[in-house]
């Protein structure tokens, strides 16, 4: 693999990192809520205050991961510097199967979540981490929660399409890619996993991240086909949004559950089914391409 192209990727990262630190406060600065932190935005009223947050937030979703990502995929297009991945032979059965696995694997991910959170909670060094995911927590539901009908309509596809998509270019599309180049399946994986935890900033829901970005990476992986792990993505970002609005205010982030012991491990039981189901079926697919 050409060595350039890990540096143009840290390049791109870099880029977009400080693209999107320089042009988001512009847009709050634009509507009149420049220079205010976390804690201030989220104690603001009035419509001006999610369309602000919703835009930029659209804005820094779509140029720190969305950029990056469709730019190396010219880029490795053009020039095939980064192999794609294999394609089995699928099929829209494989995809539902596919897509079904992250809402299968929620029980148990939000069990291990809210378990290392309970330990968390209990070390001092961790205290500014709940903070922070507080604020951001109160943020979140003022723009899920707009008052008006467009921006109603600006939070749902911020949050369900635009993020998903954004991120699976990067995450996957990318990152991914560009390890699976270099190193084994399960690695590349659990790496891509663990930068996707990582670019969220939430230490405190991170059992959760790092599931639930390796269960996608397992989806692009067995499949070959971004799309594909596009698609489980933007089903768990829909279930996590209208779960929120059905939830109500003031319930966003909320770990507390009573979810019983037999639902997590048969959750656990069925994530680990169909992922071996998918691995020996598309594994089987591929055997018979090589063998012509």
């Not at 596919?98 to 029980?107: E, G, H, R």
């Not at 069925?270 to 063998?291: G, N, P």
């Amino acid at each position: 693999m050409n060595q350039r192209e890990i540096l143009v990727l840290l390049l791109c990262l870099l880029a977009s990192g400080m693209l999107a630190v320089l042009l988001t406060p512009q847009i709050l600065a634009f509507f009149g809520f420049g220079g205010l932190q976390l804690a201030e935005l989220a104690s603001q009223t009035g419509p001006n205050v999610s369309r602000a947050l919703l835009l930029s937030q659209l804005t820094y979703t779509l140029i720190l991961f969305a950029l990056p990502g469709l730019y190396l995929a010219q880029r490795w297009k053009e020039n095939s510097a980064i192999p794609e991945l294999q394609k089995p032979s699928w099929t829209w059965k494989e995809s539902l199967i596919a897509w079904s696995i992250l809402p299968l694997s929620l029980p148990l991910l939000s069990f291990l979540t809210e378990y290392w959170a309970s330990l968390a909670s209990q070390w001092d060094f961790m205290a500014p981490s709940f903070n922070a995911a507080s604020r951001s927590n109160q943020v979140v539901e003022k723009m899920v929660f707009a008052s008006t009908t467009s921006d109603q309509l600006l939070s749902l596809f911020t949050f369900v399409i635009a993020a998903a998509l954004a991120e699976e270019w990067l995450f996957r599309g990318a990152i991914q890619r560009v390890l699976h180049a270099r190193t084994l399946p399960w690695l590349a994986i659990t790496l891509a996993g663990l930068a996707f935890a990582l670019g969220h900033l939430n230490f405190i829901q991170w059992p959760f991240l790092l599931g639930a970005g390796m269960i996608l990476g397992f989806v692009y992986w067995i499949s070959g086909r971004l799309w594909v792990s596009m698609g489980a993505h933007v089903l768990h970002n829909a279930m996590t949004y209208f779960f929120t609005l059905e939830a109500g205010r003031n319930q966003y982030g909320n770990m507390e559950s009573s979810t019983p012991i037999w639902m997590i491990l048969g959750s656990g039981i069925a994530t680990i089914a169909l992922s071996i189901y998918l691995c020996r079926k598309t594994r089987k697919s591929l055997k018979r391409q090589d063998s012509f």
